[in-house]
């Protein structure tokens, strides 16, 4: 698994590393949706609405599977990727503390500590709430909220640093972490070949870090029955980043076990 989130966020992942993130750090969005297809197969009928969708990745398999795809990122340079990518699907340029969610949707998902990004200054665990409580409202009985929240301790030590490269690109990223607030900062920086001439972007993002039994308490206060799991499928993340299960009760998937 790579060092970035997903791309809910603005001016945040502009066009070189909206193309590294797609190139070499989809990983996260394959594992998500993977597990959410897992979910699927019990979810009653309707659309999937993905916040922070970033190139499509995740919404090419959704749409592949059957279901139709609603997705949003804040970065125009991400819509165009998932645009070329999945031409059915519906996206557009806009934060998840706006938009209006499709309705009766099976579904709602975010992969890639979307929630965590603080590019829309409005953005926290009480915009998450928030969300969640329209998620909450628009999901039938038997759908679901799936998703990865980043908590403290995510920069090891307190300090990260990492490099990784592809034919035609490279990228630098060093994270550091904050207590007070619980923050993580990122400093990330791309180069990529195009027509024969390497360039070079530098872009800073911002996570809230929120921990993991408020993030539960406030999705169980909404009435969700939530689980928490340690990552997609077998998969197995950091301590520090941790997948949040959300059913709403009743429907096919009101049983005690899920399989994903």
């Known amino acids: 698994m790579g060092p ?9 992942y502009r066009g070189d590393l909206s193309f590294v993130h797609d190139a070499g750090f989809s990983e996260l969005a394959r594992l998500g949706a993977s597990a959410a297809l897992r979910l ?5 009928a ?37 645009r070329r ?29 979307v ?6 200054g409005r953005s926290g665990l009480g915009a998450l709430a928030e969300f969640a409580a329209r998620a909450f409202s628009a999901l039938p009985g038997g ?21 990784a490269e592809g034919p ?4 630098l990223y060093e994270s550091s972490e904050r207590q007070s607030p619980p923050e993580l900062v990122r400093e990330i920086t791309t180069f990529r070949r195009h027509d024969g001439i390497w360039r070079r972007e530098h872009e800073t993002h911002r996570l809230h870090l929120y921990e993991p039994r408020a993030v539960s308490s406030a999705l169980e206060e909404i009435g969700f029955r939530v ?34």
């Open 227 to 260: 689980e928490v799991r340690p990552g997609y499928g077998e998969s197995r993340f950091a301590p520090s980043l941790d997948v949040f299960v959300a059913h709403r009760p009743g429907g096919p998937s009101s049983g005690e076990h899920d399989p994903a």
């Open 85 to 113: 990518r999945v031409p059915a699907g519906e996206f557009c340029v806009a934060s998840y503390i706006d938009a209006e969610l499709p309705p009766v949707p099976a579904a709602v998902l975010a992969f890639g500590e």
């Open 40 to 44: 699927l197969e019990e979810a009653p």
């Open 168 to 171: 035609d690109w490279a990228i």
């Open 115 to 120: 929630f965590n990004y603080s590019s829309d």
């Open 4 to 12: 970035l989130g997903a791309g809910d966020q603005a001016p945040g």
């Open 143 to 163: 759908g679901f909220l799936l998703f990865d929240s980043a908590g403290p301790g995510r920069a090891p030590g307190g300090a990260t640093r990492g490099f």
């Open 46 to 82: 309707g659309p999937v609405f993905e916040v922070g969708c970033a190139g499509g990745v995740t919404a090419a398999r959704i749409l592949a599977a059957g279901r139709d795809v609603v997705g949003l990122d804040l970065s125009p340079a991400q819509i165009d990727l998932a």
